[in-house]
């Protein structure tokens, strides 16, 4: 079965630009969570999406936005992009995510670098 | 705010060695806690959780411990492999926070041949 898939595998953007990052989520799990991994610190939550409503947002700023498919696939945009935006974007499915305590299992990331 | 946090960025050890790695939670809501470990160029791998009402969990070469008095957690690896060494991070849920997990900053594994 395959597992969380992410894409693209790595982005180069310029600052002020905008982008977009795609999630396809274990076949069956039906919420999606997003993480900002900055190098060498551990993953940072932005947001979590169920049944195509946001159920949880991190301290990001506006320019993160994000959605999700009836398909249970989602996307999370980011505009305006800054240099410290350079990170590596995670995506994690889980069944339902409604209550706590509900294994998340991440895709491999895509690594985006803003110039 | 409240964070997880970890007591020791890298820990080398000789295989066939047991490994500990520690981690210090301070957030006394947090009631599920999870070990991932991350390969370079990887995404963060499940390895084990543990909720609040339990001490001790154990699975395949790893245990995962939990003190709730000290709000301290461990994961221990037996007979450590080369193939373990990886950044391993601890993470806590809320019962109240959905899916928001709170990571830790990770602790480096380096296994010695």
């Known amino acids: 079965d395959a597992g969380v898939t992410q894409s693209p595998t790595h982005l180069i953007k310029t600052r002020g630009q905008h982008v977009t990052l795609r999630c396809s989520p274990i076949?069956?799990?039906?919420?999606v969570s997003w993480y900002q991994q900055v190098l060498g610190q551990g993953p940072q939550f932005i947001f979590q999406y169920y049944e195509k409503e946001e159920r949880g947002r991190g301290n990001f700023p506006d320019r993160f936005s994000a959605r999700q498919f009836p398909n249970y696939s989602s996307e999370l945009n980011v505009n305006a992009l800054l240099l410290g935006d350079s990170a590596l974007y995670l995506c994690?499915?889980?069944?339902?995510?409604?209550?706590?305590?509900?294994?998340?299992?991440f895709g491999p990331g895509t690594r985006l670098l803003v110039l | 705010g409240e964070s997880v946090g970890l007591h020791l960025p890298t820990l080398s050890v000789q295989e066939g060695d047991n490994s500990i790695i520690n981690c210090a939670y301070s957030?006394?809501?947090?009631?599920?806690f999870i070990w991932y470990k991350q390969e370079s160029g990887k995404g963060p791998q499940f390895i084990i959780d543990i909720r609040s009402n339990m001490d001790k969990r154990q699975g395949q070469r790893v245990t995962v411990l939990l003190n709730k008095t000290v709000k301290h957690l461990s994961l221990q690896i037996a007979a450590t492999q080369p193939g373990d060494s990886a950044v391993y991070f601890c993470?806590?849920?809320?019962?109240?926070?959905?899916?928001?997990?709170?990571f830790g900053g990770g602790t480096r594994l380096m296994v010695k041949p």
């Open positions: 076949s069956g799990h039906k919420s």
């Open positions: 993470a806590e849920n809320m019962n109240n926070a959905g899916n928001m997990l709170t």
């Open positions: 957030n006394s809501a947090s009631d599920y």
């Open positions: 994690a499915s889980s069944l339902a995510g409604v209550r706590a305590q509900e294994t998340q299992y």
